[in-house]
């Protein structure tokens, strides 16, 4: 599911704004922590800002990048690029392929971030539209 124009507008001014960027400077395929300087307590925060300001609970451990296999150049290996797509297929890894990659945090890209938001939106929206939902009885 490719994020929405609005939810990417939004990602980018928040972004912008929690690491003192100018909003030019982060484009969709921006790795968060590696080229835009982020660090997992932003990223916190990020999360917390989203929140406030689409009510949208966003959880970045949600995005929970498990045994990564680089090739020796530091990129992702054509395979675990492959299982990562299947398991999140929300997120957008294409724009990873040929990236150095240091750690999970790596992977987290403005258009992943606004595709983790659309997502989650997503699933609020059909967990409160289902009968055997608690939010669909309140």
């Not at 100018?22 to 921006?30: G, R």
């Not at 999360?47 to 609970?57: H, N, Q």
């Not at 949600?62 to 992702?76: A, M, R």
């Amino acid at each position: 599911m490719p994020e929405s124009s609005m939810t990417l507008k939004v990602v980018i001014e928040e972004l912008s704004d929690l690491l003192a960027l100018d909003p030019t400077e982060l484009s969709p395929e921006t790795q968060v922590t590696d080229e835009a300087g982020g660090e997992s307590i932003e990223l916190l925060e990020f999360a917390f800002r989203i929140e406030k300001r689409l009510g949208v609970r966003l959880r970045i451990q949600d995005l929970d990048f498990k045994d990564l296999e680089l090739t020796p150049q530091g990129t992702l290996d054509p395979a675990t690029l492959h299982r990562l797509a299947a398991q999140y297929p929300f997120y957008n890894f294409a724009s990873l392929a040929g990236k150095k990659i240091h750690n999970r945090l790596s992977l987290i890209t403005v258009a992943g971030l606004a595709s983790l938001i659309d997502h989650t939106r997503s699933q609020a929206s059909s967990a409160e539209s289902r009968p055997d939902s608690p939010a669909a009885g309140s």
